[in-house]
């Protein structure tokens, strides 16, 4: 793949996801952002790109370049177009950054996050350890589908021309009617364009996999956000990411999904969590 | 066991839990709350019992009783004694409020939390189901050792005199210098004075068991809690509670715990995670 260096990053829109979550100051702690078209899943911008721009700001406004714990509330949804967001410093540590930022349109307040960021490259301490984890076994991603919107059908959303998946079609048993009844998915994703992964751009893979409990049996619909949190644990090595994605409980309407992304030499580069309304078939 | 009524609860601190928790609005927004002695691991409050005492002021200014999903950043250690808990609503939806909550001492701010609330008696849609989840297998509760405080050995903490942990001995390898090397610790769980458990206590459950990476080989020490989230998606039933937690990836100095728990009748109550810092034999 082509891969951006650094400097090629800090340089500007050269890349689709940086144009789409650029950010400029427009004053203390505040930041005009532009929500973009096309990054949605059934008009609505994905929750995973909403957080990836708030964290973009977050990182101007903190100068520590790695979101080590980020949450965000979704309050309202976010549409494409003009937006702001404000960021407030907490806390600043010798080791950490606390801030919050919210996320506003001109119809109110779309999302609040709460962020602890780091600079991942000053990380001491001990090696990387596992116990059971790792990136999931799959097929080589020349062996996996593309998802690819396919209007008038709602799935796959039009995110998947933002961010290439490729998923096992064993775990796309839901598209054709045939869930396997496991609440998981796992598969590849990268930038199509070839911009290489980073710590910024991982809350929006954290969130671009089709539901697990699609394939878990539940009936395919909207599935609002109501949390979303995510973990970066290191910058991700460029190439494809590798990420798993499950859901174990749903109790009334709600229900979790936990994510693990890996990077092309197999490193844990993010942990995510995110709680969710059960899917409906109309928004409710 | 002895088990209060919801009206018991509501009458104030005849528990040892409530007492420990209570919160007196001293303003709009603005709760006196008393960090009490006790609840401490090595002189440190502990950061779910702190956390419980956040949401319980979070209950009181939004009339919503039961957090759905919370998170704490923690910003610097707290002490016994007087702290206040500023409120401050984001939105008041139809099923869900979303707060921030400062908590704050003499010295500053502790911890700054971002939550959603809800009404979890009202919650409707589909039934409980679960894929892979249910409560870990234990031997029954009197044939577990229950960890008691032994100063001056720093482990137990003193926190294990406010709540009951009862661990089987197979997981506590690490308290005598044979740890299994699997990360997983999973137990029994209930006040001690036979409060029974609650949405509210949860938060403090879900940080009250000994670390996993003890038992999964790293070498026992202060691990400071960067952040912690709670999901909390039934109300217990009265009894016993169990709960199960793990650690899969130490990154650098990073590690995360996840936790369940299960209310008496096998039902998940929460859902847990936290980041927290690799244990370290003295504070850095």
Redesign the interface.
């Known amino acids: 793949m082509e891969a951006g260096t650094a400097s090629d990053l800090r340089t500007g829109p050269r890349w689709e996801f940086d144009a789409a979550s650029a950010v400029e100051p427009t004053g203390p702690g505040r930041w005009r952002v532009g929500i973009a078209d096309g990054w949605d899943i059934g008009g609505k911008p994905n929750g995973g790109y909403l957080l990836a721009v708030v964290v973009r700001a977050l990182v101007a406004g903190t100068a520590r370049p790695d979101p080590?714990?980020v949450?965000a509330?979704y309050?309202?949804p976010a549409a494409p177009g003009p937006a702001t967001v404000d960021v407030t410093v907490?806390?600043l540590?010798r080791r950490?950054t606390?801030a919050?930022a919210s996320l506003r349109q001109a119809g109110g307040?779309v999302a609040?996050?709460?962020?602890?960021l780091a600079d991942?490259s000053a990380?001491?301490?001990?090696?990387?350890?596992?116990?059971?984890?790792g990136p999931p076994p799959l097929p080589p991603p020349e062996r996996c589908p593309r998802l690819l919107p396919a209007p008038p059908s709602p799935l796959p959303p039009p995110l998947a021309d933002r961010v290439e998946l490729r998923v096992p079609a064993e775990q796309l048993g839901f598209a054709v009617g045939a869930p396997s009844g496991?609440?998981?998915v796992s598969g590849w994703a990268r930038f199509p364009d070839g911009r290489p992964p980073d710590a910024v751009s991982l809350p929006l893979f954290a969130d671009a996999f089709p539901p697990a409990v699609f394939e878990?049996g539940?009936p395919l619909g909207w599935m609002p956000t109501?949390?979303l949190?995510v973990?970066v644990?290191?910058r991700p090595a460029p190439g494809w990411l590798r990420g798993v994605f499950?859901?174990?409980?749903?109790?009334?309407?709600?229900l979790?999904e936990?994510g693990e992304l890996y990077d092309s030499v197999g490193?844990?580069v993010a942990?995510s969590?995110q709680?969710a309304?059960?899917p409906r078939p109309a928004e409710g």
């Open positions: 080590l714990a949450t509330h309050l309202a907490v806390r540590g950490h606390t919050t307040e609040r996050v709460l962020a602890t991942l990380s001491r301490g001990a090696p990387a350890r596992t116990w059971g984890g496991e609440a998981v878990g539940l109501v949390e949190s973990q644990r290191k499950r859901t174990r409980f749903l109790t009334g309407e709600h979790e936990d490193d844990l942990l969590r709680l309304l059960a």
